[in-house]
C-alpha cells in the first residue's frame, strides 16, 4: 500500500503550487501503476524487395475465422472481432500500390498482408499521320471509336 505522508515541518504550505505539483505527480504516478492496461494489436509495416508492402499484426489467441481483411477502393481494413476483442484498423493506400494484389495469411496468432505493387505501364509506340491537315479534319485513333475534330479560328 502506497501513503503520502505530508511532513510535520511546513516547508510546503498547502495549497501552493509545489504542493499542487508533488500531488498531481503522485496522482498520476498511482494511477499509471494501478490502472488496467489496454493494450491493442500495432500494425507493423515493412517494404519487400520486390516492391511490395507487408503489414503484420499479432493476435494471439485470436482464431482465423475472426479474423477480416476488406478492400474498398484505395482503402484496407484489418479488423479481429471475438468476444474479448473488438479490433480494427484502416489505412490507405498509396498510389503505388495495387488494390487488386492484396493477400493475406493467418498462422500461428501472426496476421500477414502483403500489398503488390502496380505494374509498370509498358511503352507503346504512338503512329504518327503525315497526311496535311485541313479545316475541320478529323484524326481518328486506331481503334475507331474515339475521335478528336480539329478547327482552325485563321
Avoid: C, N, Y
Wanted: proline share 6%.
Amino acid at each position: 500500500m502506497i501513503v503520502r505522508h505530508r511532513p510535520a515541518a511546513r516547508s510546503f504550505a498547502p495549497g501552493s503550487a509545489i504542493d499542487q505539483s508533488f500531488d498531481r505527480t503522485f496522482d498520476q504516478l498511482t494511477s499509471s501503476l494501478f490502472a488496467p492496461r489496454r493494450r491493442f494489436p500495432d500494425v507493423e509495416a515493412a517494404w519487400a524487395d520486390d516492391g511490395t508492402l507487408v503489414l503484420t499484426v499479432d493476435l494471439p489467441g485470436v482464431p482465423a475465422d475472426s479474423v477480416s481483411v476488406e478492400v474498398a477502393g484505395r482503402s484496407i481494413t484489418l479488423g479481429a472481432h471475438t468476444d474479448s476483442l473488438e479490433w480494427s484498423r484502416s489505412l490507405q493506400l498509396g498510389t503505388s500500390l495495387d488494390p487488386a494484389k492484396v493477400t493475406a495469411r493467418h498462422l500461428d496468432g501472426r496476421l500477414t498482408v502483403r500489398i503488390g505493387a502496380v505494374d509498370a505501364p509498358e511503352a507503346r509506340s504512338i503512329p504518327i499521320d503525315t497526311s496535311p491537315a485541313g479545316a475541320g479534319a478529323a484524326i481518328e485513333s486506331e481503334s475507331g471509336d474515339q475521335s478528336i475534330e480539329q478547327s482552325s479560328s485563321d
